[in-house]
């Protein structure tokens, strides 16, 4: 296990609690009960070795890196954002779920997650000119290519481990491009034979949110902007929380 101190780990579990009792109509663009279940299984999960383990990771020098409180909170942040966004792009678009593999372990509707938190509102994706050409090298799909990446390559680079959606949402994700060496010109092969797999309804869909018209830029900022109040949140219930106990800690000098 992670060594986190004490006090960390009561903050960590108290604030998920908390997350499950505040109201609703404190903030209309956030569900409580989704943010506070995000919550529990990354304060779980950053907290365990075995988690980094699953993915090839050298646990001694994630354990090293985390022992800093600085680095244990940004990795949490990073973690909420990433599965919040992932279960909110998997609220919005429920059919995703149901797609398949574009590797094993490795399911497109990750890949597509990832595309949505990773493509700038003023990029040109030309993702929808990638996929017609079907040819992983060309101009069309260098930005997409780029954006995919091969996986595991940030597997020993600390501290840029801990950004990765593919890390925070899905492990087996991470391991996956072994299989095809890892290259990114076979994981976007992979991802255009799914793509060409999937409904004419949906193939129009996943573009609604890849593409580059105003339409899909709204989408995504939309997705992001919801999911970055999410991590707000969670960050005041978490300060109100910390505020209390230091109130309550004072209140026991003086009655004591």
Not at 111 to 116: F, Q, R
Not at 135 to 156: A, M, P, W
Request: glycine share 6%; hydrophobic share 35%; aromatic share 8%.
């Amino acid at each position: 296990m992670i060594n986190f101190t004490f006090k960390s780990l009561i903050v960590l579990i108290v604030t998920s609690s908390a997350l499950l009792l505040t109201p609703m109509r404190s903030d209309a663009q956030v569900n409580m009960n989704r943010l506070a279940q995000v919550a529990k299984s990354c304060q779980e999960d950053i907290l365990s070795s075995n988690y980094y383990k699953r993915m090839g990771f050298d646990t001694n020098s994630i354990n090293s890196y985390l022992k800093n409180s600085y680095n244990q909170e940004q990795a949490i942040r990073y973690c909420i954002y990433s599965r919040y966004h992932y279960s909110l792009l998997l609220t919005k678009h429920p059919w995703l779920d149901s797609t398949g593999e574009i590797l094993p372990g490795y399911p497109g509707s990750v890949v597509v997650a990832s595309l949505v938190n990773v493509f700038g509102s003023s990029d040109k994706t030309s993702i929808l000119d990638c996929i017609a050409n079907q040819d992983v090298s060309s101009q069309e799909c260098s930005l997409t290519g780029s954006k995919i990446g091969s996986g595991g390559s940030f597997i020993n680079t600390i501290p840029n481990w801990y950004i990765s959606c593919k890390l925070n949402v899905c492990p087996s994700c991470v391991i996956a491009p072994d299989e095809v060496s890892g290259s990114r010109e076979e994981i976007l092969k992979a991802f255009i034979k799914w793509f060409l797999t999937l409904e004419k309804t949906q193939r129009r869909e996943v573009i609604s949110l890849l593409g580059d018209g105003d339409e899909a830029r709204e989408l995504r900022a939309v997705i992001m902007g919801e999911s970055s109040a999410a991590l707000k949140k969670y960050l005041e219930v978490r300060q109100r929380v910390e505020e209390q106990e230091q109130e309550q800690r004072r209140q026991e000098v003086l009655d004591n």
